[in-house]
């Protein structure tokens, strides 16, 4: 008879080592969220992100909470992961261990490239009972992905297009991409009338509760700038824009 010995196996009164195979996590849990999430480093998106160039990126000011070796190993690690042809697989495992039906991907980070982009749709694919709010700056993927290749994606993913020009409208035309494939669409700004992100405003001591407005495909949220030097950054943008027009 065969018979568990912590991490060995006992046969015909031999022990044998177990090779279990060891899996490091990949989830992260923001304060803000009541759900688990994904993050990659900023070195996925930094070089081709206003937020970031301007000093506005949020990821980038929060220097404490980023500035952990914990944190940054998780970063290293998840980076590997996502460019590795294990990355659905085991992904899928940790989401599906989890048993939630929310999850987020990118707290911080972006995809990496397009077969990211689509190892994500896969991982949502496999979890239909989760629901994905997948933020990203990427519209060039996207428009690879939906216009140029038509590929779809299931109802559980909810890609949000962030706005790429920081305290702005979204650009017409990528509204009418986004309005063509269903997708909804972010942006920011200093003005607390037109923001519609409890969390941004500090309802809620800054947490999303039960909202969950963002996990759904009808919502286009407006998030208020609230990091302080993110505003302070932002309020520079704007004077610059400002004086560029005279
Ligand atoms: S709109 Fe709701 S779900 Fe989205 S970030 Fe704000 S509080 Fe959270």
Same mark, same amino acid.
């Given at each position: 008879?065969?018979?568990?010995?912590?991490?060995?196996?006992?046969?015909?009164?031999?022990?044998?080592?177990?090779?279990?195979?060891?899996?490091?996590?990949?989830?992260?849990?923001?304060?803000?969220?009541?759900?688990?999430?994904?993050?990659?480093?900023?070195?996925?998106?930094?070089?081709?992100?206003? @937020?970031?160039?301007?000093?506005?990126? @949020?990821?980038?000011?929060?220097?404490?909470?980023?500035? @952990?070796?914990?944190?940054?190993?998780?970063?290293?690690?998840?980076?590997?992961?996502?460019?590795?042809?294990?990355?659905?697989?085991?992904?899928?495992?940790?989401?599906?261990?989890?048993?939630?039906?929310?999850?987020?991907?990118?707290?911080?980070?972006?995809?990496?490239?397009?077969?990211?982009?689509?190892?994500?749709?896969?991982?949502?694919?496999?979890?239909?009972?989760?629901?994905?709010?997948?933020?990203?700056?990427?519209?060039?993927?996207?428009?690879?992905?939906?216009?140029?290749?038509?590929?779809?994606?299931?109802?559980?993913?909810?890609?949000?297009?962030?706005?790429?020009?920081?305290?702005?409208?979204?650009?017409?035309?990528?509204?009418?991409?986004?309005?063509?494939?269903?997708?909804?669409?972010?942006?920011?700004?200093?003005?607390?009338?037109?923001?519609?992100?409890?969390?941004?405003?500090?309802?809620?001591?800054?947490?999303?509760?039960?909202?969950?407005?963002?996990?759904?495909?009808?919502?286009?949220?407006? @998030?208020?700038?609230?990091?302080?030097?993110?505003?302070?950054?932002?309020?520079?943008?704007?004077?610059?824009?400002?004086?560029?027009?005279?």
């Amino acid at each position: 008879m065969n018979q568990i010995l912590d991490k060995f196996l006992i046969i015909d009164n031999e022990i044998v080592k177990l090779k279990i195979p060891k899996r490091l996590n990949h989830l992260s849990s923001p304060s803000k969220l009541s759900c688990f999430s994904f993050d990659l480093p900023l070195s996925v998106c930094q070089n081709r992100c206003l @937020y970031f160039k301007k000093g506005i990126c @949020y990821s980038k000011n929060n220097n404490l909470h980023e500035s @952990y070796p914990s944190r940054k190993k998780l970063l290293k690690r998840n980076l590997k992961l996502a460019k590795s042809n294990q990355f659905v697989k085991i992904l899928t495992e940790q989401i599906r261990f989890k048993k939630q039906r929310l999850f987020r991907f990118f707290s911080k980070g972006d995809f990496v490239n397009f077969e990211n982009l689509k190892d994500i749709v896969k991982i949502c694919e496999n979890l239909p009972s989760v629901n994905f709010w997948i933020p990203t700056s990427r519209d060039d993927l996207l428009i690879e992905y939906f216009e140029k290749q038509n590929l779809k994606i299931p109802t559980n993913c909810i890609i949000k297009l962030s706005c790429p020009i920081p305290l702005s409208d979204m650009p017409k035309f990528l509204k009418d991409f986004c309005k063509k494939y269903n997708i909804s669409y972010s942006c920011t700004s200093l003005n607390k009338k037109i923001v519609n992100c409890p969390s941004s405003l500090g309802k809620n001591n800054s947490q999303c509760l039960d909202c969950e407005k963002c996990f759904s495909k009808d919502f286009n949220p407006v @998030y208020l700038i609230h990091n302080p030097i993110s505003i302070s950054n932002s309020k520079k943008l704007v004077a610059k824009r400002i004086n560029d027009l005279k």
